[in-house]
């Protein structure tokens, strides 16, 4: 822990480390959802929506690991446990047990318009208190915001491509 870094954050680090630590199972729920339903997605555009999905759980895994370097420096430790994600989580888990496209991208887009709130009230929070996690947040903040683009734009192709064949 770097005690000057530390020392600088205007606000309750404790309570700074918990919440990130929430959004911390939220990335790793998130990653897990879009790996797994890459997989076993079924229906039009198939091949898109794996790619998409794929991608997006790069980054979801991306995302978590920026959230552990910062609960590190902030003197924290990030969840140990795959069962604390369950505990901590702001979005929960949806299992895609439907596995059609348009059933696993409503899924989705739900788990990132949670995040999305998440993430707005992050920055919220630490906007005049800590500008590092700021930063970062919104640095998140802009992939949340660009992944529901990316998901909304998909269902809608596949609308126009059923109602084109219709
Ligand atoms: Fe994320
Ligand atoms: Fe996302
Ligand atoms: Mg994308």
Redesign the pocket.
Known sequence: MGTKGRAIVGMDVDELVELLNKAFADEWLAYYQYWVGAIVAQGPMRGAVFA?LT??AADELRHAGMLADRIIQLGGTPLLSPEDWYKMTNCGYEPPEDPYVEVLLGQNIEGEQCAIEVYQRLAETTKDTDPLTYNMVLQILADEV??EE?LQALVEDIHLMKSRHA
């Open positions: 998409e991608e997006h660009e992944h990316d």
